[in-house]
């Protein structure tokens, strides 16, 4: 390997949210972050060389995104998803939230429907609700057997008609890393444009696929399901540039795309940010062989959490994911009610994951934990995790 993913990194004292604000939402500064999607491991050097390149010149005015910027992403788009996408499409956003927002109030009015599918990242279902329209929930099946998830096609073509406006999907899934399957995606896809429904697709975990899957962006299926479509990209994840707030939105039909452009104007928020410009280029022309090599330094974290789990912990049942460096634990067989179950792993097992409960009510007994994280971290987590399960039948269930 070239690049050092077990070097672990100091964060605290960088204005981490991950790493500095563990007291303040956590309450004890032994908890380890397991949380918040981001990841413990530097970046690529090209970028932190474009970045210092950029920040030596000393003058940080107004920003413009350049052909350069746009040849990136889309020479990115097309070699990594054989997606042609046409510079015209291409608009931005500070992230893929802010989009979502901007999307919101742009095609739908207070009152209107919008369709997701839990268990999903909290704030796909908190926009909706949050600006006052009616939330509709297309539930994921989870056949527990297999340990795996479902689109529920039929719950789905039941719940859409008129009254729906937009369908949110997020793909890959978050928090279960499913890769979603070219027929799901036609079929909801289909769906949606005989009702008018146009569906943002949230792609932002898409260049984190693991090994024997693959990615299809929802725009790549047909020019008619693109031209109702809307697509949220960010290298954020990718590249670990979260704090760099760049972000695209891709709209191949004009007249939806000019819909958008004028919302986000009206919120001045069309301008990029210096550093986030040049290191969203330097990541797609240089950062390849960083990410190939990062998918598989995810993939060992996987299949170690996934032995060690196995092995020393069966009451806990891993998920597998597809993508994403986030995984579901199932851990219902601890027998703790979803409160008990946040205190067990706060108070007596010390790392701080994302609560099932958050993702919809589908989740409850849930963990999502992020891998993204030397395995010497991995290892510490998932050995305060063993010791504590072990301790349970001993210590009682926590209140
Ligand atoms: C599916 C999904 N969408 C959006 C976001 C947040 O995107 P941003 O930070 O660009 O607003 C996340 C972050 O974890 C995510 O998992």
Known sequence: MKYDFNET???????????????????????LPMWIADMDFKVCPQIVEAITNR???????????????YSALITWLEKRHSWKVKKDWITFSPGVLPALKLIIETYTKPGDKIICQPPVYPPIFETITESGRVLVENPLIYDEHKREYYMDIEDFSSKIDSSVKLFILCNPHNPIGKVWDKEDLIKIGEKCLANNVVVVSDEIHCDLVL?????????????????????CLSPSKTFNLAGLQT?????????LREKYINTLNSYYLAKTNT????????????????????????????????NFINHNIPQIKVVEPESTYLVWLDCRELGLDEKQLETFMLKKVKIAMDEGYIFGVEGKGFERI???CSRRTLEMA?????????????????N
Not at 55 to 69: E, I, K, L, M, Q
Not at 247 to 255: D, M, Q, T, Y
């Open 9 to 31: 990194i100091l964060r605290k004292g960088y204005n981490s949210r991950k790493w500095d604000d563990v007291k303040e939402l956590f309450g004890d500064d032994e908890i």
């Open 275 to 306: 550093f986030g410009i040049v290191a969203l280029e330097a990541a797609y022309k240089y950062g390849e062989e960083w990410l190939n090599e990062l998918i598989l330094y995810l993939k060992d974290n996987l299949e170690y959490l996934k």
């Open 247 to 255: 972000a695209n939105v891709i709209i191949p039909n004009k007249e």
């Open 211 to 231: 090994p024997g899957f693959k990615h299809i962006p929802f725009a790549t299926l047909s020019d008619k399901l693109a031209n109702n479509s809307i697509t």
């Open 370 to 372: 992020n891998i993204a």
């Open 55 to 69: 920040a030596s010149h000393g003058v940080f005015g107004y920003a413009t995104r350049s052909d350069s910027y």
């Open 382 to 398: 998932l050995n305060r995790l063993n010791n504590a399960v072990k301790n349970l039948t001993k210590t009682g269930v926590p």
